[in-house]
């Protein structure tokens, strides 16, 4: 909140309930022209349309979520999260 980013990546994935994803640490979004170098942020462009609000929170939605957590997990806890994100629509 302190950023005005926006939730990504495993901080996402806990907001959005996603099975067998641990939060390790909080990750965000912010706008390619921020400031300063930050651990866990992510400088890019979100389309309005691939983020949502949950519990008061600007996050990615569950695609996008799904699409950042490729790179960081396992390819197991990657599908549960799919099979989570597909049961919860």
Do not use: Y
Not at 26 to 51: H, M
Not at 55 to 78: E, K
């Amino acid at each position: 909140m302190a950023t005005d980013g926006v939730a990504s990546h495993h901080f996402a994935a806990v907001l959005l309930g996603l099975d067998a994803v641990r939060l390790d640490g909080t990750w965000t979004t912010l706008p390619p022209t921020s400031n300063g170098r930050r651990e866990r942020v992510s400088r890019r462009d979100l389309a309005p349309e691939r983020i949502v609000t949950v519990a008061g929170l600007s996050c990615t939605d569950g695609f996008q979520t799904l699409l950042d957590l490729v790179p960081s997990l396992p390819d197991l806890v990657w599908e549960q999260a799919l099979e989570s994100a597909l049961r919860k629509r």
